[in-house]
């Protein structure tokens, strides 16, 4: 089966610019996750969807940073303005349910430097 | 909340060297276990997991027992190659509301000399 695709892999912006993020999750996940990973630090989850709902998105910066799930599919991380210390590289993730028994699949990630 | 402790790193070992990294956690209950691997330039991969306590993951060479006595889920691997060379994530689902959501550790990062 494909894995998770995200877009772009690299991005570099200066700060108060704006980017956006896409991911297009494993065919049939109904959960979509956005990571955050600083540099020299585990993932930290931004935002989970279950289908086209958010979840859990008590650690989006939601001054800055917005995400949505159109038809439950493909999603957008967007951050506008940016700061310097959203550089990082973000991971998005899908599974099949909502559990995390199992674990679930990441996609490549996108790499963002702000300057 | 629940949460994992990785052990510092970085380690630099020699290829066939005998390697132990060591991850604690603390939780509500006994929740799956996770190791995650990352290759340079990458994303995240499912290395092994464990779904109860006294289970042992193993893949690609790498195991992991699931301690509940100790709260502990140890990786190791009794010959490391070059290509092992990556960071390893230690993780736990966060618990309570928190439905989903994975809590990883620091990472530590591994290096493999030939």
């Known amino acids: 089966e494909a894995g998770v695709a995200q877009s772009p892999r690299y991005k570099i912006i200066e700060k108060r610019q704006s980017v956006a993020f896409w991911c297009n999750p494993i065919s049939g996940h109904a959960t979509l996750y956005w990571y955050q990973q600083i540099l020299g630090q585990g993932p930290k989850l931004l935002i989970q969807?279950?289908?086209?709902?958010?979840?859990?998105d008590s650690q989006l910066p939601k001054d800055r940073f917005s995400a949505e799930r159109l038809k439950g599919v493909d999603s957008t991380l967007k951050i506008q303005p940016a700061k310097l210390e959203d550089s990082a590289v973000y991971l998005c993730a899908s599974s099949l349910d909502p559990g995390v028994k199992d674990g679930y699949t990441f996609g490549s990630g996108t790499r963002l430097t702000v300057v | 909340g629940d949460s994992v402790t990785q052990m510092e790193g970085p380690v630099t070992l020699s290829e066939e060297a005998f390697l132990t990294i060591n991850c604690t956690y603390t939780?509500?209950?006994?929740?799956?276990l996770f190791w995650y691997v990352q290759y340079p330039g990458e994303g995240l991969q499912l290395l092994l997991k464990a779904t109860k306590a006294d289970d042992k993951g193993s893949n690609k060479g790498f195991e992991a027992t699931y301690r509940k006595e100790t709260t502990s889920f140890h990786l190791e691997k009794g010959s490391v190659q070059v290509s092992d060379s990556a960071v390893y994530f230690c993780?736990?689902?966060?618990?309570?509301?928190?439905?989903?959501?994975?809590?990883f550790g620091q990472g530590t990062i591994l290096t493999v000399h030939p």
């Open positions: 939780a509500t209950g006994y929740p799956s």
């Open positions: 993780a736990l689902p966060a618990g309570g509301t928190s439905y989903g959501k994975l809590t």
């Open positions: 969807f279950q289908n086209n709902g958010v979840v859990d």
